[in-house]
């Protein structure tokens, strides 16, 4: 295996056992609004906003240059 499969592997196993350890529904006040779901939920979708924000902040710097 390439060293990249490798750390991709270890990183999404690192991430589902942080997730299943946070099972507790937790309420998120953002601005006016207070949403209550369970930390399953909550940790990966801001886990993919977190990626899609740099992807694209990613694909606006590189089409900069």
């Known amino acids: 295996m390439k060293p990249k499969t490798i750390i991709v592997v270890?990183?999404?196993v690192l991430?589902?056992?942080i997730?299943?350890?946070n099972t507790e529904v937790v309420t998120l006040r953002f601005l006016?609004?207070?949403i209550s779901m369970s930390r399953?939920?909550?940790i990966p979708l801001?886990?993919?906003v977190g990626f899609v924000?740099?992807?694209i902040a990613t694909t606006v710097r590189g089409s900069r240059r």
């Open 32 to 34: 006016l609004w207070d």
């Open 10 to 12: 270890i990183l999404i």
């Open 53 to 55: 924000l740099g992807y």
């Open 40 to 42: 399953v939920i909550l």
């Open 46 to 48: 801001l886990m993919l």
């Open 15 to 17: 991430a589902l056992v």
């Open 19 to 21: 997730i299943l350890q």
